[in-house]
T-cell receptor, first 113, second 112 residues
Framework: EAEVAQSPRYKITEKSQAVAFWCDPI?????LYWYRQILGQGPELLVQ????????DSQLPKDRFSAERLKGVDSTLKIQPAELGDSAMYLC???????????FGEGSRLTVL | DQQVKQNSPSLSVQEGRISILNCDYT??????FLWYKKYPAEGPTFLIS?????DKNEDGRFTVFLNKSAKHLSLHIVPSQPGDSAVYFC???????????FGAGTRLTVKP
């Protein structure tokens, strides 16, 4: 069964360091999403791609976060510099265009010390 | 701005009984609603969905009800099983825009 792949599963870093997360969506899924989930809350959309184009990044803290999907397939989410409040689960999801169901990866848990 | 709200952080039911999880939304543009289930250390997985043109959708033990006038939906699980113990997220999106908004989740515990 096709899955959304994410790495790393766990990342511990010190504040002010740079971190990066990688996501490989299900083959053929044109839409890719990065969500952040803080413990006890629901996933919050950070950025949405349609192929290689950003559709929505209104919730992305652009002073420290960046995301790219250069060839319209896999994607990287970067945080520089990391802050204590960035500790969360970072979830990648993908979907076919125009369908509502999102397929999530297992997530990357970030702890900033 | 929380457009999707799950006001019950937790719910505990006995095995074999009905579990009812509730969700309210504020954005009248939402027309597609989903429930996701999440186990610890895993990403959410899709469970069931409903379009705004319907008021009920059933899939095995899971039924989702939509009340558009009240901007309310609910997930019924009958009969509940211990394996259903997980966090359940309600989600909603508008049109073909896949910008999906999630509630904070309800942790369901089904006791044997």
């Amino acid at each position: 069964e096709a899955e959304v792949a994410q790495s790393p599963r766990y990342k511990i870093t010190e504040k002010s360091q740079a971190v990066a997360f990688w996501c490989d969506p299900i083959s053929g899924h044109a839409t890719l999403y990065w969500y952040r989930q803080i413990l006890g809350q629901g996933p919050e959309l950070l950025v949405q791609f349609q192929d290689e184009s950003v559709v929505d990044d209104s919730q992305l803290p652009k002073d420290r976060f960046s995301a790219e999907r250069l060839k319209g397939v896999d994607s990287t989410l970067k945080i520089q510099p990391a802050e204590l409040g960035d500790s969360a689960m970072y979830l990648c999801a993908s979907s076919f265009v125009n369908t509502g169901e999102l397929f999530f990866g297992e997530g990357s848990r970030l702890t900033v010390l | 701005d929380q457009q999707v709200k799950q006001n019950s952080p937790s719910l505990s039911v006995q095995e074999g009984r009905i579990s009812i999880l509730n969700c309210d939304y504020t954005n009248s543009m939402f027309d597609y609603f989903l429930w996701y289930k999440k186990y610890p250390a895993e990403g959410p997985t899709f469970l069931i969905s409903i379009s705004s043109i319907k008021d009920k959708n059933e899939d095995g033990r899971f039924t989702v009800f939509l009340n558009k006038s009240a901007k309310h939906l609910s997930l019924h699980i009958v009969p509940s099983q211990p394996g259903d113990s997980a966090v359940y997220f309600c989600a909603a999106s508008a049109g073909n825009n896949n910008d999906m908004r999630f509630g904070a989740g309800t942790r369901l515990t089904v006791k044997p």
